[in-house]
């Protein structure tokens, strides 16, 4: 009997064991499976546009932005960033790779500006939550004052919008959604494109209404143009430096060119030094810089040595020796500048004048027609420069003509004609606060002509720039007062941003962004 027990409980524990396995299979088969369809639905929506227009990345003061708003203000904010860069330093490949990330590299792998503690994408990262940051701001406070877009806001996006799509094809594009998401990553939509696009211009739009609404008092203005006259003032000056950084050998040449910071400063002091010895009067400056220069035949002394700046935009220890109230024409002055090694400089100053800016300040619109030195190359080379001057400047008064020809003029009429001109490049816009040394020479004295009135036209030919076919516009103000106004404005408007933005300083990132940016390889 107990032999016939312990069968049974045998065959029962084995049934048990075997019931056991049967569930423990059907519960990894379940989670596989599970799992299986986890991965399916995660590769779905990471594929498509799902997860990136309807995730929400992060939450600034109560605005939600999706992963494809966050990519569309990463990549605007580094389209702007290079366009910038390459605007001021297109000419010269060494700059524009010391301020760019390099393209073949994750910008994640990058050191922002080669030592800073950021990465690139650090850099683009926090630039573009800075924007959505004021866009998130400015809406909530157009809302609240009721400021909408405006028709020709709708019109410009919809212009934008229909002009990408009649060319992407021939890009290559399947269609708009294909271009715009290989611009801006995935997610993005013509729906998403066009609703970033109506909150960007909600946000400048209140943001330029805000600052037109500040008012100033004439003694307000007359005031801070007073206080802040060495910066708003403009100065004629002559300048050569001397650099005073250290110097490393060059070793493809038998000498030893090497030199301390100590003694490269102490070496440009003493040419600076005998530079102003040798000044007399404002020829002999430029007979000297001439010398210094006697293997350069383009070298030119007259303008490679003459400024003509506005005080805000010298440097420091050049601006406080140009605007003592004690200096006068034909002064001259070694200046120092820079304290650090990479950054010292001698400069020898010659002072001419300076112009407080207390005349009118005009306005008008201008249309170039430009110089194509292609159409001239056969003609002799002592004479290119006429045949040019004749070329636009005939062209630039066929465009006067039709304007003269046409029944309804005015300023709409002259910016439409200028716009739809094929001779008129896209150098064209209009010229507001014009001050004196704000534009060159000739468009500068055509518009302050006394005998000038609302509505001229005429055509102003500039050597190595084209014919201009320019709009007088009216007279502003002063130029002065404009600029102080100008000023203040700005300083209201940014204290203005700086309080509303107390609001916004938390920004919720979400975990969604962190995993988003890696997966659709932001910056590379």
């Given at each position: 009997?107990?032999?016939y027990?312990?069968?049974?409980?045998?065959r029962?524990?084995?049934?048990e064991?075997?019931?056991?396995?049967r569930?423990k299979?059907?519960?990894?088969?379940t989670?596989?499976?599970?799992c299986?369809?986890?991965?399916?639905?995660?590769v779905?929506?990471?594929?498509?546009?799902?997860?990136?227009?309807?995730?929400?990345?992060l939450?600034?003061?109560?605005?939600?932005?999706?992963?494809a708003?966050?990519?569309?203000?990463?990549?605007?904010?580094?389209?702007?960033?290079?366009?910038?860069?390459?605007?001021?330093?297109?000419?010269s490949?060494?700059?524009?790779?010391?301020f760019?990330?390099?393209?073949?590299?994750?910008?994640?792998d990058q050191a922002?500006?080669a030592?800073?503690?950021?990465?690139?994408?650090?850099?683009?990262?926090?630039s573009a939550?800075?924007?959505?940051?004021?866009?998130?701001m400015?809406?909530?406070?157009?809302?609240?004052?009721?400021?909408?877009?405006?028709?020709?806001?709708?019109?410009?996006?919809?212009?934008?919008?229909?002009?990408?799509?009649?060319?992407?094809?021939?890009g290559?594009?399947?269609?708009?959604?294909?271009y715009l998401?290989?611009?801006?990553g995935?997610?993005?939509?013509?729906?998403?494109f066009?609703a970033?696009?109506?909150?960007?211009y909600?946000?400048?739009?209140?943001?330029?209404?805000?600052?037109?609404s500040?008012?100033?008092?004439?003694q307000?203005?007359a005031?801070?143009y007073?206080e802040?006259?060495?910066?708003f003032?403009?100065y004629r000056?002559r300048?050569?430096g001397?650099s005073g950084?250290?110097?490393?050998?060059d070793?493809?040449?038998?000498?030893?060119?090497?030199?301390?910071?100590?003694?490269?400063a102490?070496?440009?002091?003493e040419?600076?030094?005998?530079?102003l010895?040798a000044?007399?009067?404002e020829?002999?400056?430029?007979?000297?810089?001439a010398?210094?220069?006697?293997?350069?035949?383009d070298?030119?002394?007259?303008s490679?040595t003459?400024?003509?700046?506005?005080?805000?935009r010298?440097t420091?220890?050049?601006?406080?020796?140009?605007s003592?109230?004690?200096?006068?024409?034909?002064d001259?002055?070694?200046v120092?500048?820079g304290d650090?090694a990479?950054?010292t400089?001698?400069?020898?100053?010659?002072?001419?004048?300076?112009?407080?800016?207390?005349?009118?300040?005009?306005?008008?619109?201008?249309?170039?027609v430009?110089?194509?030195?292609?159409?001239?190359?056969d003609?002799?080379?002592?004479?290119?420069?006429?045949?040019?001057?004749e070329?636009?400047t005939a062209?630039?008064?066929?465009?006067?003509?039709?304007?003269?020809?046409?029944?309804?003029?005015?300023?709409?009429?002259?910016?439409?004609?200028?716009?739809?001109?094929?001779?008129?490049?896209?150098?064209?816009?209009?010229?507001?606060?014009?001050?004196?040394?704000?534009i060159?020479?000739?468009?500068a004295d055509?518009?302050?002509?006394?005998?000038?009135?609302?509505?001229?036209?005429d055509?102003v030919?500039?050597?190595?720039?084209?014919?201009?076919?320019?709009?007088?516009?009216?007279?502003?103000?002063?130029?002065g007062?404009?600029m102080?106004e100008a000023?203040l404005?700005?300083?209201?408007?940014?204290?203005?941003?700086d309080e509303?933005?107390?609001?916004?300083?938390?920004?919720?990132k979400q975990w969604?962004?962190?995993?988003?940016?890696?997966?659709?390889?932001?910056?590379?």
């Open positions: 009997m107990s032999e027990v312990s069968a049974k409980a045998a029962r524990a084995e049934e064991k075997a019931r056991r396995e569930k299979y059907n519960i990894t088969v989670v596989v499976v599970a299986f369809v986890l991965v399916l639905i995660f779905a929506l990471f594929g498509s546009n799902l997860f990136y227009n309807r995730t929400t990345a939450e600034i003061g109560g605005e939600k932005f999706s992963v708003d966050f990519n569309y203000n990463y990549f605007s904010v580094y389209n702007s960033y290079y366009s910038n860069v390459y605007s001021t330093y297109g000419s490949a060494e700059l524009m790779s010391m760019l990330p390099s393209s073949g590299k994750s910008f994640r922002y500006l030592g800073e503690d950021m990465t690139w994408a650090d850099f683009f990262t926090e939550i800075d924007r959505m940051k004021s866009q998130a400015l809406c909530a406070a157009a809302r609240a004052e009721g400021y909408e877009l405006t028709q020709e806001d709708r019109d410009a996006i919809d212009e934008t919008i229909e002009g990408l799509r009649a060319s992407v094809v021939e290559g594009y399947k269609n708009l959604n294909a998401n290989a611009t801006y995935k997610g993005m939509t013509e729906k998403v066009r970033n696009m109506e909150r960007e909600i946000a400048s739009g209140f943001a330029q209404s805000k600052s037109d500040f008012t100033f008092t004439d307000q203005i005031d801070n007073t802040n006259a060495a910066d003032d403009f000056y300048i050569y001397f950084a250290a110097v490393t050998d070793e493809s040449t038998e000498e030893d060119e090497t030199l301390s910071a100590e003694d490269a102490a070496k440009a002091k040419d600076a030094d005998a530079y010895a000044v007399t009067d020829q002999s400056f430029l007979d000297y810089a010398s210094l220069n006697t293997e350069d035949e070298y030119d002394a007259d490679a003459l400024r003509t700046a506005q005080g805000s010298v420091e220890t050049v601006r406080e020796w140009l003592d109230s004690a200096r006068k024409a034909g001259v002055e070694v120092k500048s650090d990479s950054t400089y001698y400069y020898v100053v010659y002072f001419l004048n300076r112009d407080n800016n207390r005349y009118d300040a005009v306005s008008g619109y201008y249309g170039l430009a110089e194509d030195e292609t159409e001239v190359a003609v002799e080379e002592d004479k290119k420069a006429s045949a040019l001057e070329l636009n062209r630039a008064k066929e465009l006067k003509d039709t304007y003269d020809a046409m029944t309804e003029k005015g300023y709409d009429a002259f910016v439409k004609l200028m716009n739809e001109s094929s001779d008129v490049i896209d150098e064209s816009g209009d010229i507001t606060m014009s001050g004196l040394y704000d060159v020479e000739e468009l055509w518009l302050h002509d006394p005998a000038r009135k609302e509505g001229d036209v055509v030919y500039v050597e190595g720039t084209g014919a201009f076919l320019v709009y007088y516009t009216g007279v502003d103000g002063v130029y007062d404009l102080s000023d404005r700005s300083d209201a408007y940014t204290a203005w941003e509303q933005l107390k609001n916004y300083e938390t920004v919720d969604e962004m962190g995993l988003a940016t890696k997966i659709s390889s932001l910056g590379g």
